[in-house]
Structure formats: structure tokens, C-alpha cells
């Protein structure tokens, strides 16, 4: 929402931003829904084989997480300074 509200800042920063945020959210969960899953349904299922797949994909989304919230500053910073200085 930060993002979108300000219009003073380059496209593309906002878009990958908020594309960031997206892909974070969508993959950051992942491994926990696995595991609830799993558990829900056998209670002695571990993750073996497929760990390594589901922790790369949590790293990932945390990882794009944290990218998307330092561009989200970058914006909320940048934005009112470049509208201040107009």
C-alpha cells in the first residue's frame, strides 16, 4: 500500500517492490504448510527428501520478504523528499 501511494517514484522501483512482496508471501509459508500437512496426516512423516526443496524455497521468500520491506523504506523515504523538493 506504501508503494502504490506514492506516485513521486520511478515504475519500476514500485513494481518490483511490490512483486517482491508477492512472491514472499506466497513463499515464505510454504514449509510450515508442508510440515502441518504432513503431520496432520501421519504423525511420523518427516520431511526427508524434499527438505532441501522446502527450506530453498523458504530462504527464497524470506529473503524476497526482506528486499520487498527495504524497497518498501526506499520508497517511503524518497517519495515525499522528491515531492518536498519539486
Known amino acids: 500500500m506504501i508503494v502504490g501511494l506514492q506516485t513521486q517514484l520511478s515504475l519500476a522501483l514500485r513494481s518490483w517492490a511490490s512483486w517482491l512482496a508477492v512472491i ?11 510440515g502441518f500437512w504432513g503431520r496432520y496426516f501421519n504423525p511420523n512423516n ?3 527428501a524434499i527438505g532441501p526443496i ?8 524470506g529473503a524476497a520478504v526482506f ?3 527495504l524497497l518498501a523504506l526506499i520508497v517511503f523515504v ?3 523528499q522528491q515531492a518536498a523538493a519539486k
Open 54 to 61: 522446502v527450506y530453498l524455497l523458504k530462504w527464497i521468500g
Open 78 to 80: 524518497q517519495g515525499p
Open 46 to 48: 518427516s520431511f526427508g
Open 67 to 69: 528486499f520487498a520491506l
Open 24 to 34: 514472499g508471501v506466497l513463499l515464505f509459508p510454504v514449509r510450515d504448510t508442508v
